[in-house]
């Protein structure tokens, strides 16, 4: 493991950062190129992004907050120390989701699904490039393991190994942008030729995501607290949204299928 990459000016700079921060701004990058698939205004569309991506972070941060909150409470100033805590990836999904949801209801001048569509692959390749900085960090660890490809953590004893979920995470979360831009290269041009968008590909990506969640849970290995808290929020949130996706996903499908038969 490689928390701490280098120092400048007595400033820490560590691994989880800076791989987040370059998943982060492929994913930013790569989404506005994907406007134009869209046929989605760029500079209202930018402005949307600009907004949910504040919300992401602040979605993402809060989870840090509220998992150790007695620790903030007894010392505030721990509010201030940037590279005390980590990032939660549910917490950045809801908080760009929902802030996207209600920029575009509010403003209608940019369609949410088209741009949930376009969004949908960047946000899961950062996930896949993300978990990279969990792994060099030590964070986020599985269960102490034989199978083959357990890894030993420095902060455990010598002999134990773990499952490295890390990089479960980010080979299912590859696989799943390959499965999104297979099914937008099949979807798309069909949508385009009938002049009709249907969200198929954002349904799918938060339905995949959430069946990667849930494989995970046999494998990682949770704190009591920190377990009863990410069950409360995370998984009941997901719980929550998954059958809305499911219901998403069929609608757009059965509308798609009708259109291309009156076609």
């Known amino acids: 493991m490689y928390p701490t990459l280098f120092h400048v000016f007595g400033v820490r700079i560590d691994s989880y950062s ?19 698939l869209y046929g989605l205004d760029e500079y209202e569309s930018r402005r949307v992004m600009a907004v949910s991506f504040f919300f992401m972070l602040l979605g993402a941060r809060s989870f840090e907050y509220i998992l150790h909150w007695r620790q903030y409470v007894n010392n505030p100033s721990l509010f201030l120390d940037i590279n005390r805590g980590g990032v939660h990836e549910f917490g950045a999904v809801a908080g760009a989701f929902l ?3 209600v920029m575009c209801m509010v403003g209608k001048k940019v369609s949410f699904s088209k741009l949930c569509d376009a969004a949908s692959p960047p946000a899961i390749l ?10 060099l960090n030590g964070c986020c ?28 995470y980010s080979v299912i979360a590859f696989v799943i942008v ?19 968008h249907y ?8 339905i995949l995501y959430s069946l990667m969640r849930y494989s995970m849970i046999p494998f990682r290995d949770y704190m009591p607290f920190f377990w009863i808290v990410t069950h409360i ?31």
């Open 126 to 135: 950062a996930i896949a490039i993300g978990r990279w900085g969990c792994f």
């Open 199 to 206: 969200s198929v590909v954002a349904p799918l990506a938060v």
């Open 99 to 101: 802030s996207a949801l």
């Open 178 to 196: 390959g499965i999104l831009l297979f099914v937008e290269r099949k979807v798309l041009p069909l949508q385009l030729r009938q002049k009709t």
């Open 233 to 263: 929020i995370t998984y009941k949130g997901i719980n929550i949204l998954l059958p809305f996706m499911l219901v998403w996903l069929l609608h757009s499908s059965l509308r798609l299928k009708s259109a291309i038969k009156i076609g």
């Open 18 to 36: 800076v791989i987040w921060f370059i998943a982060l701004s492929i994913a930013i990058l790569w989404s506005i190129k994907r406007l134009s």
């Open 141 to 168: 660890v599985g269960v102490p393991s034989k199978f083959c490809m357990a890894v030993h953590f420095p902060f455990d004893r010598p002999g134990i190994l773990r499952h490295p979920v890390q990089i479960y």
